[in-house]
């Protein structure tokens, strides 16, 4: 172990004594210790495949203990299914939705692994922010204020005017610390979304946590009965399982690299608490990457394959039965899937870029025969 795999192991809060106990037998192998700054001595070791590399390729790496998830303030399972649609104000007679939200940008610490702390910059104290939804026509208005100790701004994937578009030096730009804008535009095209602090340098603004998940449901009227699916005021929604993921990471040394990977910012939460669904429903993903520093991310899901609609901006799958995409920053999509036909039990997903997995992007279903 050279002085960068001990480092690293110190931030991820492993000790190094007790490094078998935590990811699990010959843990001097174990890839959880690899990182971009891996020597050409580390490559090496793991050349040959070892009894390690097996163990701690799927599922045996692993974090010690839990998070405290009353002074994170949020439930990670609620998190993947809280969709927020805001305060409906007004409806006006051409049928016109008036849709509001308050977001406020303020600095927290997150633990983001067990006694892994991270000063990250917040929408309304969670990171990801929350999942802003709507439907395809509702004029939104999102009143933003800044708490925080830079300057911020939310900047939405959407059709909007420039004065709206939440960018250094254009429109409104800059919200300064202490002040207001209320971004407004109409909820335009269906799909799926994000948006993120714009302010500069963005690269810093984004990987502290500025980012959040932007939701359209297509319109029935306009796109017809495909569209239903996706719409909650239509009974061909309901029997879906829908789930929100955020792929992001965390530069925990702040050297451009990051060095804990997750959906939804906790590393192996739902590994080691699989999300519990129901086979008998089918089960919808939406799926945002957000990661800085490293150009791609991927989802593959294990012993399944799944439908893909790039940005959610189209009814019909722009992938069928894939079991495997990708995404750049930025990039995002539904995926569909069906566990209809599989005996119950523990189905993964998790990155297939190896690194990025074994430093926490995994996780399982719990699938079950029904849930009560
Ligand atoms: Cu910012
Ligand atoms: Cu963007």
Known sequence: MDSSQL???????????GAAA???ASALAAPLLL?????????????????ADEHTAHGQSMTMGEVDLDRLGWHPDELLT???YGEVTETRPDGTVVREWNIVAFDREIEIAPGLF?????????????TLRANEGDLLRIHFTNAGSHPHTMHFHGIHSAFHDGVTG??????AIGDQHTYEFTAKPFGLHLYHCHASPL???IHKGLYGTFIVNPDPKKRGDLAKKRHPDFEESKEWQEFVMVMNAFDTTFDAANEVYAINSIAFQHMKHPIVVDKTRPIRIYLVNVVEFDLINSFHLHANFFDYYDSGTTLEPTLRTVDIISQMQAQRGILEMSFAEHEAGLYMFHAHVTEFTELGWMAAFDVRDSVV
């Open 203 to 205: 690269k810093r603004h």
């Open 170 to 175: 254009i429109g409104r730009g800059e919200i």
């Open 35 to 51: 990182s971009h700054q891996a020597t050409a001595k580390d490559e090496h070791q793991h050349e040959t495949p070892t009894q």
């Open 118 to 130: 991270f000063p990250a910059w917040t929408y309304n104290g969670r990171v990801p922010g929350p």
């Open 22 to 24: 935590t990811i699990g």
């Open 7 to 17: 480092n690293r192991r110190a931030l991820l809060g492993l000790g190094t004594r």
């Open 82 to 84: 809280d969709f927020d």
